[in-house]
């Protein structure tokens, strides 16, 4: 079956330090895995996908996730938070046997500044 | 481009009562996607679209749930017969094709408040 946990329902971090949301997986193929931010009252918006080839994805606002199939995880990170980040992140992992996206429950990030 | 837009962004109505919410997809888009958000949890799949093929019902979580999709593009998701439990943010997400590798893209989604 497949899942998705993110572990964290909150993390809360200082302007200017870098951040990670934490994701890990479980699918029975191979994994495609997506990264979502959604702002309050807003829909989901993409920010990187993981497909083939390198672990580490670049996507956008500055955010990068690394792939780690050992630890099945796809750990969202940013080397740099700004208060703007502060949002929902939604990780989701797509199996492709069965082409369904499930996704996590969220991770609220905080950004003080 | 235009992105994904959905209609109303706000729904209000009483226990019971019919609503039918509207997706328009990003042009060009073959696979449409409805899911559900309830306070507090993840995002739940309902329905799936993909061009003229039968949809993939398997998240709709009662008979009262149906959508359609009109010459393959604009949707409609209806709940009948409305309850307490309905009440949740639904999105709507359009992606090229229905492939693993493919993006899905968001509209802003609908809050149905069910009183």
């Known amino acids: 079956a497949q899942s998705v946990a993110q572990p964290e329902d909150q993390v809360n971090v200082a302007e200017g330090n870098p951040l990670t949301v934490k994701c890990t997986y479980s699918?029975?193929?191979?994994?495609?895995l997506f990264w979502y931010v959604q702002y309050p009252n807003r829909g989901l918006q993409f920010l990187l996908k993981?497909?083939?080839?390198?672990?580490l994805v670049k996507g956008s606002y500055g955010f990068e996730a690394e792939f780690n199939k050992s630890q099945t995880s796809f750990h969202l990170k940013k080397p740099s938070a700004l208060v703007s980040d502060s949002a929902l992140y939604f990780c989701?992992?797509?199996?492709?046997?069965?082409?369904?996206?499930?996704f996590g429950t969220g991770t609220r990030l905080t950004v003080i500044p | 481009g235009a992105g994904v837009s959905q209609s109303p962004s706000n729904k209000v109505t009483e226990k019971g009562k019919d609503v039918e919410l509207r997706c328009d997809p990003i042009s060009g888009h073959t696979a449409l996607y409805w899911y559900r958000q309830s306070l507090g949890q993840g995002l739940e799949f309902l329905i799936y679209?993909?061009?003229?093929?039968?949809?993939?019902k398997s998240g709709l979580p009662s008979d009262r749930f149906s959508a359609e999709r009109t010459g393959g593009s604009v949707s409609t998701l209806t709940i009948q017969r409305t309850q307490q439990e309905d009440s949740a943010v639904y999105l709507c997400a359009s992606s090229l094709e229905r492939l693993s590798t493919d993006t899905q893209y968001f509209g802003p989604g609908t809050r149905l408040t069910v009183l």
């Open positions: 989701a992992v797509r199996d492709a046997f069965t082409d369904n996206l499930f």
């Open positions: 993981y497909i083939t080839g390198d672990n």
């Open positions: 699918v029975s193929g191979n994994p495609y």
């Open positions: 679209f993909q061009g003229n093929s039968a949809p993939d």
